[in-house]
T-cell receptor
Framework: DVKVTQSSRYLVKRTGEKVFLECVQD?????MFWYRQDPGLGLRLIYF???????EKGDIPEGYSVSREKKERFSLILESASTNQTSMYLC?????????????FGEGSWLTVV | SQQGEEDPQALSIQEGENATMNCSYK?????LQWYRQNSGRGLVHLIL?????REKHSGRLRVTLDTSKKSSSLLITASRAADTASYFC??????????FGSGTRLLVRP
């Protein structure tokens, strides 16, 4: 089974702090994603990576950056956390285009910014 | 921008009844997928239907797709209390993006 592991399930951070959310997948997937999920808004794509060191902005990249130094690891960085970034963050991975369409999700990281 | 929109937003049924959820979308798609999310957890893929398919079955799940109406439905037959969860449709075009709707919350009462 594919496993996508998010290192922190619950975090509380202060406004202005730099926050790192880590994600590791064990299926050698090329694609990795970061979504945020808010009530009534569904899942919104923050960033996408299709290869090591490659990234593309999703629909809501403002206030976030990402790092993919190794194929299995995709990190989401909040440079200066703000209260409107309080949310559930979901990491996901998948095979490349044409090889499969299913996205596999981690269990989520609940971030509260106070 | 949201592509898929589920309807209803919330659904409460008795165990043993069927549950039907609908999804509408706006643009052309390659496929449409349904995911399930238990409270506070990640999403789990349920079923995928391609744009050239009209109906697909998987166990107690039945998915239909009407590309002329840009809509899909998910039917869960003989529901169980364990089916209580949120259900999301997600649409995929020719790009890498999978765009999710805001989901239907299903409650199955024992």
């Amino acid at each position: 089974d594919v496993k996508v592991t998010q290192s922190s399930r619950y975090l509380v951070k202060r406004t202005g702090e730099k926050v790192f959310l880590e994600c590791v997948q064990d299926m050698d997937h090329e694609n990795m994603f970061w979504y945020r999920q808010d009530p009534g808004l569904g899942l919104r794509l923050i960033y996408f990576s299709y290869d090591v060191k490659m990234k593309e902005k999703g629909d809501i990249p403002e206030g976030y950056s990402v790092s993919r130094e190794k194929k299995e690891r995709f990190s989401l960085i909040l440079e200066s956390a703000s209260t409107n970034q309080t949310s559930m963050y979901l990491c996901a991975s998948s095979l490349p285009e044409g090889a499969g369409n299913t996205i596999y999700f981690g269990e989520g990281s609940w971030l509260t910014v106070v | 921008s949201q592509q898929g929109e589920e309807d209803p937003q919330a659904l409460s049924i008795q165990e043993g009844e069927n549950a039907t959820m609908n999804c509408s979308y706006k643009t052309s798609i390659n496929n449409l997928q349904w995911y399930r999310q238990n409270s506070g957890r990640g999403l789990v893929h349920l079923i995928l239907i391609r744009s050239n398919e009209r109906e697909k079955h998987s166990g107690r799940l039945r998915v239909t797709l009407d590309t002329s109406k840009k809509s899909s439905s998910l039917l869960i037959t003989a529901s169980r209390a364990a089916d209580t969860a949120s259900y999301f449709c997600a649409t995929k075009d020719s790009s890498y993006k999978l765009i999710f709707g805001s989901g239907t919350r299903l409650l199955v009462r024992p």
